[in-house]
């Protein structure tokens, strides 16, 4: 199952790009926490996490400290620039079209 698909289905993306990568794009209804400012304790227990970062390399390592807090989390593969090559859609803050930096 794809992330779109799971988020589809109740998944939470987050998403830990830094504020300026946030600001330039990112997927509609994603919650922003920044891979510095991530807590575990304060992401949601109560579904699927989905990990999002420009790559997967830094929300690789999200996933890695989520799952050892015991949250049920995926790691989104290729990352934003995976979700743009596909042709899903990436917005701003402002609802305007938005890119992956």
């Not at 799952?67 to 593969?77: E, F, P, T």
């Amino acid at each position: 199952m794809t992330a779109q698909e799971m988020a589809v289905r109740g998944a939470l993306l987050l998403d830990v790009r830094e504020p300026d990568e946030w600001r330039t794009g990112h997927i509609a209804d994603a919650v922003h926490l920044p891979l510095g400012d991530l807590q575990p304790a304060s992401v949601p227990r109560d579904r699927t996490v989905i990990a999002v970062c420009r790559s997967g390399n830094r929300s690789g390592k999200a996933a890695v400290a989520l799952a050892a807090a015991g949250v049920d989390v995926r790691n989104m593969a290729g990352g934003m620039k995976a979700w743009a090559d596909a042709g899903l859609p990436i917005t701003t803050d402002d609802g305007t079209p938005g890119a992956v930096g």
